[in-house]
C-alpha cells in the first residue's frame, strides 16, 4: 500500500495545510477533499515560497 506524500502546502479553499500526493490521485487536500492541477500546485507552491521569505 503506497502512503500519500505530505506536501506541506495550504489549500486556498479551507485553509489546512492538508495538502497530500497521491500517484493515482493527484494532489488532494485530506481536509476537504479538494483536487488540484498541475498548475494550480506550481502557483500553491510559489505562493508558499514568497510568503516564506516575506515573513508571512
Known sequence: MFEPEYENITCPKCH?????????????CMFCGRQFSTEEIEALLEYELCSMNTGR
Open 16 to 28: 489546512h495545510r492538508e495538502v497530500y500526493f497521491d500517484r493515482q490521485m493527484g494532489h488532494y
